[in-house]
């Protein structure tokens, strides 16, 4: 099966509780970044965790190991399940995520190549590959890697083995979920979503991929 994870890029609470209130039903996880937790602090994960969904913290957090261990303890202690952090810092600041997270009996991703038109600049052929080795070596559940590239999400499928990863991409950037969901673990869907003046329905159409 694969999951539906919301991106849930808002910056309000009430927006952003409304739609996770239409979506829930549909949804597997929650995904939150910077732009809702600047917005509205880091509480927002246990008013989010009340729909009965795992959250994850995309803060693609990129420090030394200390600072990465800080980050990753402020997010779990506020309920989140699951935290996303860089890869290219290297592998003692991958292992302060993992470990923080394994302490607190969450996950940890790692970004191995981003979605957008720009990470073929530096996150592409042979980075994201030696990233994806790293997440074996560090004991990290999984990667992110682009749905909008198959061809290399599918490459890196072949180096993860049964770790998990999960896609963002779908929707407004292009990412076609028919290409990419029988690779990954979980497609990861925003403003296709958020951004739809009916969300619920656009979860429901998403959701048919799970």
Same mark, same amino acid.
């Given at each position: 099966m694969t999951d539906l994870i919301l991106a849930l890029d808002v910056t309000s609470r009430t927006e952003a509780l409304r739609?996770?209130?239409? &979506?829930a039903p549909y949804l597997d996880a929650i995904k939150i970044g910077y732009p809702l937790v600047?917005?509205?602090?880091? =509480?927002?994960?246990?008013?989010?965790s009340e729909f009965g969904l795992p959250v994850i913290?995309?803060?693609?957090?990129?420090?030394?190991? =200390?600072?990465n261990r800080l980050i990753?303890?402020?997010v779990f202690s506020h309920g989140c399940s699951a935290?996303?952090?860089?890869?290219?810092?290297?592998?003692?600041?991958? %292992?302060?995520?993992? #470990?923080?997270?394994? #302490?607190?009996?969450?996950?940890?991703?790692?970004? &191995?190549?981003m979605s957008h038109p720009g990470a073929v600049d530096f996150f592409h052929g042979g980075i994201a590959e030696r990233i994806a080795v790293l997440v074996d070596e560090t004991g990290a559940d999984g990667i992110i890697a682009p749905?909008?590239?198959? #061809?290399?999400?599918?490459?890196?499928?072949?180096?993860? +083995? =049964?770790?998990?990863?999960? $896609?963002?991409?779908?929707?407004? %950037?292009?990412? #076609?979920? &028919?290409?990419?969901?029988?690779?990954?673990?979980?497609?990861?869907? +925003?403003r296709a979503i958020y951004? $739809?003046?009916?969300?619920? +329905? $656009?979860?429901?159409?998403?959701?048919k991929y799970r």
């Open positions: 739609i996770s209130l239409e &979506t600047l917005a509205e602090g880091l =509480n927002i994960v246990r008013d989010l913290a995309d803060f693609k957090v990129a420090d030394i190991p =200390n600072t990753a303890e402020e935290i996303i952090c860089h890869g290219f810092v290297g592998k003692d600041s991958v %292992q302060a995520c993992v #470990d923080t997270a394994h #302490d607190h009996r969450g996950e940890c991703y790692v970004v &191995t190549e749905a909008t590239r198959p #061809d290399r999400t599918s490459l890196l499928r072949n180096l993860v +083995g =049964n770790k998990k990863i999960l $896609s963002p991409g779908v929707g407004a %950037q292009g990412g #076609d979920p &028919t290409a990419i969901a029988a690779i990954v673990d979980g497609i990861i869907v +925003g951004e $739809s003046p009916d969300p619920a +329905g $656009s979860a429901r159409e998403y959701g």
